[in-house]
């Protein structure tokens, strides 16, 4: 069995990429932007349906393609608002850096790569402390005088304390 050898070699434009994603972000155009602030960028009704994907360079002419996941079910009316899409991620840009946007569809269930979920996960509600663990924490916070500090500094000890105690219990 004959192993391919590249014998030094590399493709080009691996050898490229980051100077294209560095000069690409000096002009304003960060791909993380898109992705970290997808919600505020196209707003919280077309987040809920879609998120970014990727963001690819074209060979000619200026401007990236900007790849969008979607459900089946949403995909006909995201292909409807594609334009005004587009327009969201180049006005948070402030030119236009995206010069085509093509729709990836996929079903809510099935693989883990192609299982859609949109939204964030609602985030649970921490169990309220036992009331004297809670005092405790007061007591120790107490002496400090700005109230927004003396306030984190009794969840901190709050979060200290039941950790302590929960450890020295036996299971």
């Known amino acids: 069995m004959r192993r391919a050898s590249r014998k030094g070699f590399q493709r080009t434009s691996t050898l490229l990429r980051d100077r294209i994603r560095k000069a690409g972000e000096t002009r304003g155009f960060a791909v993380t932007r898109v992705l970290t602030h997808w919600a ?63 729709i990836t569809q996929t079903a809510p269930i099935g693989f883990s790569e192609g299982q859609a979920q949109f939204t964030a996960a609602p985030k649970q509600q921490a169990a309220a402390p036992d009331p004297k663990t809670a005092q405790e924490a007061q007591t120790i916070a107490a002496p400090v005088g700005d109230q927004d500090l003396r306030q984190a500094l009794e969840r901190l000890a709050s979060n200290v304390l039941s950790k302590a105690k929960s450890k020295d219990r036996p299971e």
Do not use: W
């Open 40 to 102: 505020e960028i196209v707003g919280q009704d077309m987040a809920s349906i879609c998120k970014p994907v990727d963001v690819k360079y074209g060979r000619q002419g200026f401007g990236a393609t900007l790849t969008v996941l979607t459900t089946g079910a949403q995909a006909p009316m995201l292909e409807m608002q594609k334009e005004r899409l587009r327009e969201r991620v180049n006005a948070a840009y402030g030119y236009n850096a995206i010069a085509h946007l093509r």
